[in-house]
C-alpha cells in the first residue's frame, strides 16, 4: 500500500506540474498597461507555490514509503527548533509574497483621477451592459432610471431629457476605447450587482446598485476583446457579454463624431 | 388521557421511538446528524452531477426532470453550495461526530445539557426539510447562491427563485443557526465542565480541542449570519432599507427602497462567512492530527504547536472576512489589511501540514482505511491550502476572483479534504458507533476512486479559472472565449459522474457492514483515548458512573519500555509514564 501511496502521490503530482507547464488553456494574451506587472506576479506565484506544492507531496509520499522500513515506530513528541525554523521560514516566505502583492494592488488601486483621462460610465443592467460616453461637452447629463429608463424606446439609463448636458451624450452596447490613453470606468448598476471583467486587460471591478465606482484602465494594444459578467446577476448571468474595440486615437475620435451625428 | 404510573412498562413502540427517534443521548443524536447529512450529501452530489451535465450537455432531457434551464441550474447550484456547507461540512464532522465522541474523549457519559441537544438536531432537520422544498415551490430555490447576495436576494422580481424559494432559504438557513448555536452552547459547556478527573486542557485529543474551538466560532458567527439573514426577511417583506439602495429598476419596475447598501449584506455575510470556512475544516483537521498519530503508531508530532495553532486560526478566522470583497467596491486601503490578514492565517495552516508530516515520519504505519483518508487529506490540504496565499493578493485576486481558480481552491481545502477527514472518521469510529468493521477492501476501492476523482474534477479547474471562466455560467455558450473551454468542462464533467458512482462503494460498504460487519471488539484500532475503553457499541449509559480518570496525555504511542505500543490515557500511571 505504501508503494502504491508513493506511486500515486508521484503520479499526481507530475500530472499536475504537466498540466501548469503545457497550460492548453492559460490566461489571454494582456493588452493593457497593467497586465504584464500583474503576469509577473502569477510567474512569481505559481513558482514559489508550483515549488512548495512538488515539495510537499513528495515528502509527504517520501515518508509513507519509508516507514515500511521500521519495526517499531519512534517515540518522538516534536523538535521546537524545527517547529520554530519552519514556521519563520513559512512566514517570512509568505510575508514576503505577501508585501510583493501589496505593491501591485497599490499600483493598480490609483485613487486620484489621471488628469486628461477619457471618461467612460458603465452600466450593468440584466442582462445588459451599457457604455456612457460624456460627448463633446465632456459632463454626462442627469439620468433617472426609476423615471425615464425605457431600453426600448433608446433610453436604457434613463437619461433627463431636461438636462442639456445629456443631449450629446453617447450611449453604446460596446466599450470603444482608444489605445494609449487612461481611461476611467465609472461603474454603476441598475438593479443587482454585476462585475465587469475584461481578462486579457487584467480588469475586473463589481458594479455595485447605488455606488459611484472609479476605477482606471489603460489598453495598449488596438483589437477586439470580451468582457463576462463575473457576479452572479440571474439566469441570464451567463450570456451576460459585451465587446470593448480598442482603436487608435483618430478612429476613437470618428467613432464618436459618428454617434454624435446619429443621436 | 391515560395515566403511566412509574412501574407500569412503557408500550414497546413508544420505547423504541425514545430510544431512536426522540432521544436525548449524545451517541443516538450523533448518528441522526449523521444520517442526515449523508442524505444532504447524497442530495448535494445529485445536483451537482446535474449541474455538470447541464453545463456541458444543455439540451440534454434527464429521466424524471426533462431539460434543465438556466434557472434549474442556478437552483441546485444554490441548493448544492448550502447542502455542503451547512449541512454537510458544517455538520458531521462538528455535530455528528462531535456530538457522540466529544463526552466520550473526555470522560463524560453525556453532554452538558441532553434536552438542548435534542431541540438542536430536530431544529437542524426542520431546516434542512425547509431547505428541500424550495426545489418544489412554483419559480424553484433561490438562484441567488449560497452566499445570496442583495439586492439579488432582496427582490423578488430579481429572478425566478427569488420569492418563495428565496423566503424558504432564509427560513431553513435561519432556523439552522438556531440548532447550530444550541449545539455549540453544548459543545462549549461539555469542554470546560465535563472533563474526566485528570483529563487536563493539556491531556485533551486534538479533535476535542477542535470541536471546542469550532463550537466558539459557531456560536459568534451563526449568531452574526441570523442577525443578518432577520433584516434581509425585514428587507424583503417589512419595507425596511438594509440592502437596497435608491433608485433601482428591477425587470423595468421601479423598487421602492432607499438608503441601503448592497455591501453591508456582504460584510455581514462574510464576518460569518470566513469563519463558516474553519468551521468547516478546524474539526476536520483534529480528526486528521489523532488518525495520523493512532495509525502512525507515534505521538502527535508538537501536539502544543497543534493546540496554538488551532486556536490562532479560529481567533485570525474573525479578522480575514474581507478578502472576499477585494473587487467589491470596498475601499481599496482595506484590502491591504485583509490582504495581511489572511497571509498570517496562512502561517498556523503551515504548522499543520509540517506537524502531519513529522507525525508521520519515523512512524510504523498500518494503512487502514482511515489511515489512507488521513494521508489524502494531507495532499489535499497541501494541494488546496497552496493556493491560499495567491488569492490572498488582492491584486492576482482581483483576476482570479469569480473565476473558476476559486472553485477550485475551495473544494480541495475545504470539500475534498473535509470529506476525506469524513470518511477517514466514519471508518474509524463505525466499530464504536455500530459494533461492527467497515471492509477495508471496500475502503480502499473507495477511496483511490476519490482519491483520483478529487484531483481529476479540480485540477483543471485552476486552468479555467486562469483562462478567465467565470464561476456560476449554467451554460458555455454566452461568451466565446468561455465557449472555447468546452472540451476541459466536458472532461471534468465526465470525471464527475465517474467519482460520484464510485461513491457508491462507500453506501454499499456502509450499509452492508452496519448489518453483516465482522463484530468489532472494544479497541479494534489500539487507541489510547477513553472511547475505546467502553464496550462496541458504545453502551447506552456510557460510563455508566464509573468515571474514567485520566493519568496520560492522548497521543502515548510506542512508548519506550512499555510491553504494548500504547497505553490507554486512564491506564494506571505506574504503565510506563
Known amino acids: 500500500m505504501a508503494i502504491a501511496l508513493l506511486l500515486a502521490l508521484i503520479l499526481i503530482t507530475l500530472a499536475s506540474a504537466c498540466l501548469f507547464v503545457v497550460h492548453p488553456w492559460w490566461f489571454p494574451a494582456g493588452v493593457s498597461a497593467q497586465a504584464a506587472a500583474m503576469d509577473h506576479g502569477f510567474k512569481v506565484a505559481l513558482w514559489l507555490l508550483g515549488t512548495l506544492f512538488i515539495a510537499g507531496q513528495i515528502t509527504l509520499a517520501f515518508f509513507v514509503v519509508r516507514s515500511r522500513r521500521r519495526a517499531k515506530a519512534a517515540y518522538y513528541q516534536g523538535n521546537w527548533r524545527f517547529e520554530a525554523a519552519w514556521t519563520l521560514t513559512i512566514a517570512a516566505l509568505f510575508f514576503w509574497f505577501n508585501v510583493s502583492g501589496e505593491k501591485l494592488w497599490s499600483r493598480m488601486m490609483i485613487h486620484h483621477g489621471a488628469p486628461g483621462a477619457v471618461q467612460v460610465e458603465v452600466t450593468g443592467a440584466q442582462f445588459q451592459w451599457y457604455f456612457r460616453y460624456p460627448g463633446a461637452d465632456g459632463v454626462f447629463g442627469r439620468t433617472n432610471a426609476q423615471k425615464f429608463a425605457h431600453p426600448e424606446e433608446g433610453n436604457p439609463l434613463g437619461l433627463d431629457p431636461a438636462d442639456p448636458a445629456g443631449r450629446d451624450d453617447i450611449v453604446s452596447a460596446a466599450l470603444v476605447l482608444p489605445a494609449n490613453r487612461d481611461i476611467e470606468l465609472i461603474l454603476h448598476a441598475q438593479d443587482v450587482i454585476h462585475s465587469l471583467f475584461i481578462p486579457a486587460m487584467r480588469f475586473k471591478q463589481d458594479a455595485v446598485p447605488g455606488m459611484s465606482i472609479h476605477a482606471q484602465i489603460r489598453p495598449v494594444q488596438p483589437g477586439n476583446y470580451e468582457i463576462a459578467c463575473a457576479e452572479l446577476c440571474g439566469t441570464g448571468h451567463y450570456r451576460m457579454r459585451a465587446a470593448v474595440r480598442v482603436v487608435s486615437e483618430e478612429q476613437f475620435a470618428a467613432w464618436q463624431k459618428a454617434r454624435a451625428a446619429n443621436e | ?577
Open chain 2, 1 to 577: 388521557m391515560r395515566q403511566i404510573s412509574p412501574t407500569s412498562p412503557e408500550p414497546r413502540a413508544s420505547r423504541f421511538l425514545r430510544r431512536y427517534l426522540f432521544s436525548a443521548d449524545h451517541k443516538v443524536i450523533g448518528v441522526q446528524y449523521f444520517f442526515l447529512s449523508l442524505a444532504a450529501a447524497l442530495a448535494g452530489a445529485v445536483l451537482s452531477l446535474l449541474m455538470r451535465i447541464h453545463l456541458v450537455w444543455p439540451h440534454m432531457a434527464i429521466p424524471l426532470l426533462g431539460e434543465i434551464k438556466p434557472e434549474n441550474y442556478l437552483g441546485f447550484l444554490t441548493v448544492h453550495g448550502t447542502l455542503m456547507v451547512f449541512f454537510v461540512l458544517s455538520t458531521v464532522p462538528q455535530n455528528g461526530f462531535g456530538t457522540y465522541f466529544l463526552p466520550l474523549q473526555l470522560g463524560a457519559s453525556e453532554m452538558a445539557f441532553p434536552g438542548l441537544n435534542m431541540v438542536g438536531f430536530w431544529t437542524v432537520l426542520v431546516s434542512f426539510l425547509v431547505l428541500m422544498t424550495a426545489l418544489f415551490v412554483p419559480g424553484g430555490a433561490s438562484i441567488a447562491g449560497w452566499t445570496q447576495y442583495a439586492p439579488l436576494s432582496a427582490i423578488a422580481a430579481a429572478g425566478p427563485g427569488q420569492g418563495t424559494g428565496t423566503d424558504l432559504w432564509l427560513i431553513s438557513i435561519g432556523l439552522f443557526c438556531v440548532g447550530t448555536v444550541l449545539s455549540a452552547i453544548n459543545f462549549i459547556t461539555t469542554t470546560v465542565r465535563r472533563r474526566a478527573p485528570g483529563m487536563d486542557w493539556m491531556r485533551m485529543p486534538l479533535p476535542c480541542w477542535a470541536w471546542f474551538v469550532t463550537a466558539i466560532l459557531s456560536l459568534l458567527a451563526f449568531s452574526i449570519l441570523l442577525a443578518a439573514l432577520v433584516m434581509l426577511m425585514l428587507d424583503r417583506h417589512a419595507g425596511t432599507n438594509f440592502f437596497v439602495p435608491a433608485g433601482l429598476v428591477v425587470s423595468g419596475r421601479a423598487v421602492e427602497h432607499s438608503g441601503g447598501s448592497p455591501l453591508l449584506w456582504q460584510h455581514l455575510f462574510w464576518f460569518f462567512g470566513h469563519p463558516e470556512v474553519y468551521i468547516a475544516i478546524l474539526p476536520a483537521m483534529g480528526i486528521t492530527s489523532h488518525l495520523l498519530s493512532v495509525f502512525s503508531r507515534k505521538p502527535v508530532f508538537g501536539y502544543k504547536a497543534m493546540v496554538t495553532a488551532t486556536l490562532a486560526i479560529g481567533a485570525l478566522g474573525f479578522m480575514v472576512w474581507g478578502h472576499h470583497m477585494f473587487v467589491s467596491g470596498m475601499n481599496p486601503y482595506a484590502g491591504f489589511a485583509f490582504s495581511t490578514l489572511t497571509t498570517a492565517i496562512a502561517v498556523p495552516s503551515a504548522i499543520k501540514v509540517f506537524n502531519w508530516l513529522g507525525t508521520i515520519y519515523g512512524g510504523r504505519i498500518r494503512f487502514s482505511t482511515p489511515m489512507l483518508f488521513s494521508i489524502g487529506f494531507v495532499s489535499l490540504f497541501i494541494t488546496g491550502g497552496l493556493t491560499g496565499p495567491l488569492l490572498a493578493q488582492p491584486a492576482l485576486d482581483a483576476y482570479l476572483h469569480d473565476t473558476y481558480f476559486v472553485v477550485a481552491h475551495f473544494h480541495l481545502i475545504m470539500a475534498m479534504a473535509g470529506l476525506f477527514a469524513v470518511f477517514a472518521a466514519t471508518h474509524f469510529w463505525f466499530p464504536k458507533m455500530f459494533g461492527r468493521m467497515m471492509n477495508e477492501r471496500l475502503g480502499a476501492l473507495h477511496f483511490w476512486i476519490t482519491l483520483a476523482g478529487a484531483y481529476a474534477i479540480f485540477m483543471p479547474m485552476h486552468l479555467l479559472g486562469i483562462a478567465g471562466h467565470p464561476r456560476r455560467y449554467s451554460e458555455l455558450t454566452g461568451v466565446q472565449y468561455v465557449a472555447a473551454m468546452a472540451p476541459l468542462q466536458k472532461f471534468i464533467t465526465v470525471a464527475v459522474i465517474v467519482t460520484v458512482a464510485g461513491q457508491l462503494v462507500f453506501l454499499v460498504n456502509l450499509f452492508w457492514s452496519m448489518l453483516k460487519g465482522p463484530r468489532a471488539g472494544a479497541n479494534p484500532w489500539d487507541c489510547s483515548t477513553l472511547e475505546w475503553t467502553l464496550a462496541s457499541p458504545a453502551p447506552v449509559a456510557g460510563f455508566a458512573g464509573r468515571l474514567p480518570v485520566v493519568n496520560r496525555g492522548p497521543y502515548e504511542y510506542s512508548v519506550p519500555g512499555a510491553e504494548v505500543d500504547f497505553l490507554p490515557q486512564d491506564a494506571p500511571a505506574t504503565h510506563g509514564s
